[in-house]
């Protein structure tokens, strides 16, 4: 059992190019986070979604963009990289008991550091 | 909006004392709140999660409590060691499927 992986784990970025950042659970949740931490700060929230096909913008959404085609994989994209893009990046999951509330213990990934140059 | 905050922003004590770390947040409309920690360079790990009609939770050394009423929670950290060396975040969650909302944290040093 793996809980919740990302990678890659670095990446330099120039300005302008695009990627995309993998998040993948083996927990079966539903619930998938994506979040951004800048240096000394807490982290916030940059989408969301409740299960496969459903996603939805957090606090921070503006630069990009999100998919759920499967209840495993949660990627992130970067369109057109931005030096205030420079973050650390975390994908985070939780199980909701299917009443329309997440309720459990969130569980983190291990964070990809994005620099953009 | 919701805000989350963390006093202090770091301490520092000898191994063996009894610690409080506090957080407040500004909107008592929550739903549950999780303390997590932080190691350099790492991710989060989940120390406790307190639903809002709890009081408190215990796991170990930790006993994290629950005021929503007065927006308060704190985190009770018994008999430090030099491994509790680390950040300790606080994050609460509004309800529904909604992410957390983050503190900024409390930077903890135990020192030998």
């Known amino acids: 059992n793996a809980g919740v992986t990302q990678t890659p784990k670095f990446r330099i970025l120039k300005i302008g190019q695009s990627m995309t950042l993998q998040c993948t659970q083996d927990?079966?949740?539903?619930?998938m986070y994506w979040y951004r931490q800048d240096p000394g700060m807490g982290l916030k929230l940059i989408y969301y979604?409740?299960?496969?096909?459903?996603?939805d913008k957090g606090e921070v959404p503006n630069g990009y963009n999100v998919s759920r085609s499967t209840t495993e994989d949660f990627p992130l994209r970067l369109e057109l990289a931005a030096p205030s893009q420079t973050s650390v990046y975390f994908c985070?999951?939780?199980?909701?008991?299917?009443?329309?509330?997440?309720?459990?213990?969130?569980?983190f990934g291990p964070g990809t550091r994005l620099t953009v140059l | 909006k919701q805000e989350v905050t963390q006093i202090p922003a770091a301490l520092s004590v000898p191994e063996g004392e009894n610690l409080v770390l506090n957080c407040s947040f500004t909107?008592?409309?929550?739903?549950?709140l999780q303390w997590f920690r932080q190691d350099p360079g790492k991710g989060l790990t989940s120390l406790l999660l307190?639903?809002?009609?709890?009081r408190e939770q215990t796991s170990g050394r930790l006993n994290a409590s629950l005021d929503k009423s007065s927006g308060r929670s704190t985190l009770y950290i018994a008999a430090s060691q030099p491994g509790d060396s680390a950040t300790y975040l606080c994050?609460?969650?509004?309800?529904?499927?909604?992410?957390?909302?983050f503190g900024k944290g409390t930077h903890l040093i135990i020192q030998p």
């Open positions: 985070a999951s939780s199980y909701s008991s299917g009443q329309g509330r997440a309720s459990d213990t969130q569980y």
């Open positions: 927990m079966n949740h539903n619930y």
């Open positions: 979604s409740v299960g496969a096909g459903i996603t």
């Open positions: 909107d008592s409309a929550i739903y549950n």
């Open positions: 307190i639903q809002s009609s709890q």
């Open positions: 994050a609460v969650r509004r309800g529904g499927a909604d992410g957390l909302t």
